[in-house]
């Protein structure tokens, strides 16, 4: 098992810039494959990128391209999301989650979560 907990979430003005964390409890980090996700008020949970297991493949929602840019650091059990020219839309809770299986882009395909953290952009 692995425990996730998200950090690095809060108010930022458009256009502006937050680099997320997630930290993973256990000596398996490098043996999933780790995702981030995001629920807005209403809406389902969205996939927005995923990395394999070395942090050498990533793949990335389409709307998000460009804008996002997710990274692991396995020494320190941890995965990041950089998010570049924030809108107010992108206002959201983000979780990182983690599975075993490469390329997954469903929610319910996820075995672990974090709590999340609140992002909220203003305008």
């Known amino acids: 098992q692995v425990q996730l907990v998200e950090s690095g979430g809060g108010l930022v003005q458009a256009g502006g810039s937050l680099r997320l964390s997630c930290a993973a409890s256990?000596?398996?980090?490098?043996?999933?494959?780790m995702a981030w996700f995001r629920q807005a008020p209403g809406k389902e949970r969205e996939f927005i990128a995923g990395?394999?297991?070395?942090?050498?493949?990533?793949y990335y929602a389409d709307s998000v391209k460009g804008r996002r840019t997710i990274s692991r650091d396995n020494a320190k059990n941890t995965v990041y999301l950089q998010m570049n020219s924030l809108k107010p839309e992108d206002t959201a809770v983000y979780y990182c989650?983690?599975?075993?299986?490469?390329?997954?882009?469903?929610?319910?395909?996820?075995?672990?979560w974090g709590q999340g953290t609140q992002v909220t952009v203003s305008s």
């Open positions: 990395i394999n297991w070395s942090g050498t493949s990533t």
């Open positions: 989650a983690a599975d075993r299986v490469w390329g997954l882009r469903s929610a319910d395909k996820y075995d672990y």
């Open positions: 256990g000596r398996t980090f490098s043996s999933y494959v």
